[in-house]
T-cell receptor, first 115, second 114 residues
Framework: NAGVTQTPKFQVLKTGQSMTLQCAQD?????MYWYRQDPGMGLRLIYY???????DKGEVPNGYNVSRLNKREFSLRLESAAPSQTSVYFC??????????????FGQGTRLTVV | GDSVTQMEGPVTLSEEAFLTINCTYT??????LFWYVQYPGEGLQLLLK?????DKGSNKGFEATYRKETTSFHLEKGSVQVSDSAVYFC?????????????FGKGTKLSVKP
């Protein structure tokens, strides 16, 4: 029972390099999310996809792009990494998008360091 | 805007002590409320939830009651264990907006000593 799977778990990038974080869920969920977690800041939403075929900006989208490849997969791309993007990134999914249907399931996280 | 405020940590308790972590919220609509827990090196997992006023969520000895009149959802446990050491996040959910679906507090780190 995999749930939400993120790859990679750890990554070190040099400033200006690009990379894509992969996320897949096997729970037939409609909605998927990317968060970043920084000390003292809690979780901040980067982008979300309320349903297959749609994506929307969250609270901190600058410097990132996303692709909802299909219902299962939602990737996050850093085109030109900056030290300010050093963080732990979490992918999450939920069955729906609304107050009564929002139990979110999280991946294990990707610890990204940009030097 | 919509937001969640929870008590700052870290909170350090001895085993079998009583735990309260305060959480208050601001929301324009009628949110659902959640507590998530994050164990070291892991992602967040749902601990409990409440979807309407006066509901009580409970799980693994933890409880929280949705209080609309005080806009609060405080987390309590009567007797904590070392294994409860983790970071606890209060969250609310509403439709849409730049914060998407779930709005999180900043988290409270709990350490339980034997």
């Amino acid at each position: 029972n995999a749930g939400v799977t993120q790859t990679p778990k750890f990554q070190v990038l040099k400033t200006g390099q690009s990379m894509t974080l992969q996320c897949a869920q096997d729970m037939n969920h409609n909605s998927m999310y990317w968060y970043r977690q920084d000390p003292g800041m809690g979780l901040r939403l980067i982008y979300y996809s309320a349903s297959e075929g749609t994506t929307d900006k969250g609270e901190v989208p600058n410097g990132y792009n996303v692709s909802r490849l299909n219902k299962r997969e939602f990737s996050l791309r850093l085109e030109s990494a900056a030290p300010s993007q050093t963080s732990v990134y979490f992918c999450a999914s939920s069955l729906g998008f609304g107050p009564t249907n929002t139990e979110a399931f999280f991946g294990q996280g990707t610890r990204l360091t940009v030097v | 805007g919509d937001s969640v405020t929870q008590m700052e940590g870290p909170v350090t308790l001895s085993e079998e002590a009583f735990l309260t972590i305060n959480c208050t919220y601001t929301a324009t609509g009628y949110p659902s409320l959640f507590w998530y827990v994050q164990y070291p090196g892991e992602g967040l997992q749902l601990l409990l939830k409440a979807t309407k006023a006066d509901d009580k969520g409970s799980n693994k000895g933890f409880e929280a009651t949705y209080r609309k009149e005080t806009t609060s959802f405080h987390l309590e446990k009567g007797s904590v264990q070392v294994s409860d050491s983790a970071v606890y996040f209060c969250a609310l959910s509403l439709y849409g907006g730049s914060q998407g679906n779930l709005i999180f507090g900043k988290g409270t780190k709990l350490s339980v000593k034997p």
